[in-house]
T-cell receptor
């Protein structure tokens, strides 16, 4: 597609429910990133996919969080048993390069705003 | 975890003035980038500077990088009300993961 697409744009859920957030990166982009941004805060790194390599999961805050990337394209971030502190905007970004090939510029989606009641 | 730390956290200036934002980081980097965010949604890339560069210009933007001090600055000259946004630095390493700082909220008053 022309840009990074994220869905849903807004999600309200009850504490304890599972949620899935989807990211469609730009076609051909090999790298995909997930970040979390709480209100008025910076971006917290969650996970990074690079081509067919094992993802860098070092930013996932707990085992309730998981992500997968299907066929090197679409990615889904899953949060199980949601808690109120999971409320945030979840941002996805993709870039055309992976591995040590110089600098990569990220293109961001508009984000998915998650509210856990 | 975050890599960069922006300074100041918030900056308010008059239209026409220059705005300077600083970023410090902790580990070795391959490149440093600045992004802009409006309305708490997606970020937009502004400018990239590689670790072997010291200064870069793009329109009204000037970025400097001092790898010995692990710091960078972003200067916006002749600011406009439309420049009001949050600005983030992001550091890239050799394995291309990108870590962002907490950001500087810039307000340009007309």
């Amino acid at each position: 597609g022309a840009g990074v697409s994220q869905s849903p744009s807004n999600k309200v859920t009850e504490k304890g429910k599972d949620v899935e957030l989807r990211c469609d990166p730009i076609s051909g982009h090999t790298a995909l990133y997930w970040y979390r941004q709480s209100l008025g805060q910076g971006l917290e790194f969650l996970i990074y996919f690079q081509g067919n390599s094992a993802p860098d999961k070092s930013g996932l805050p707990s085992d309730r969080f998981s992500a997968e990337r299907t066929g090197g394209s679409v990615s889904t971030l899953t949060i199980q048993r949601t808690q109120q502190e999971d409320s945030a905007v979840y941002l996805c970004a993709s870039s055309p390069r992976g591995g040590y090939s110089g600098a990569n510029v990220l293109t961001f989606g508009a984000g998915s705003r998650l509210t856990v009641l | 975890s975050q890599q960069g730390e922006e300074d100041p956290q918030a900056l308010s200036i008059q239209e026409g003035e220059n705005a300077t934002m600083n970023c410090s980081y902790k580990t070795s980097i391959n490149n440093l980038q600045w992004y802009r965010q409006n309305s708490g949604r997606g970020l937009v890339h502004l400018i990239l500077i590689r670790s072997n560069e010291r200064e870069k210009h793009s329109g009204r933007l000037r970025v400097t990088l001092d790898t010995s001090k692990k710091s960078s600055s972003l200067l916006i000259t002749a600011s406009r009300a439309a420049d009001t946004a949050s600005y983030f630095c992001a550091t890239g390493t050799n394995n291309n993961d990108m870590r962002f700082g907490a950001g500087t909220r810039l307000t340009v008053k007309p």
